[in-house]
């Protein structure tokens, strides 16, 4: 059974900085393509980034563009998402996903499995 456990995440003023990791249990996903989803409160999941599983192809959400960073180390089958110039609309429980097949890389149901996620929260 794989499972992604995200962390880095807590709470800052807007500006701020923040790591988010996700670490994979097996290593059957170190080569899959991987991404990141946030969920803001009463919104619906959201693309954020993502980054095919060689590192080629990599593509943000609008939203967080020039200011987020996805990032991954396959052989500590981990990835990251490096967030500067945190705004409250960043607030959001962030998931990292993984797939191994994924056609459309914003849409959620492309990817095999989930992180529990982890809690970012910005303050003005």
């Known amino acids: 059974q794989v499972q992604l456990v995200e962390s880095g995440g807590g709470s800052v003023q807007a500006g701020g900085s923040l790591r988010l990791s996700c670490a994979a249990t097996?290593?059957?996903?170190?080569?899959?393509?991987k991404a990141w989803f946030r969920r803001a409160p009463g919104k619906e999941l959201e693309f954020v980034a993502f980054m095919s599983w060689k590192g080629g192809n990599i593509y943000y959400a609008d939203s967080v563009k020039g200011r987020f960073t996805i990032s991954r180390d396959n052989a500590r089958n981990t990835l990251y998402l490096q967030m500067n110039g945190l705004k409250p609309e960043d607030t959001a429980l962030y998931y990292c996903?993984?797939?191994?097949?994924?056609?459309?890389?914003?849409?959620?149901?492309?990817?095999?499995?989930w992180g529990q996620g982890t809690q970012v929260t910005v303050s003005s």
């Open positions: 996903a993984a797939g191994q097949i994924v056609p459309s890389y914003d849409k959620q149901n492309e990817y095999d499995y």
């Open positions: 097996r290593d059957t996903v170190s080569t899959y393509h």
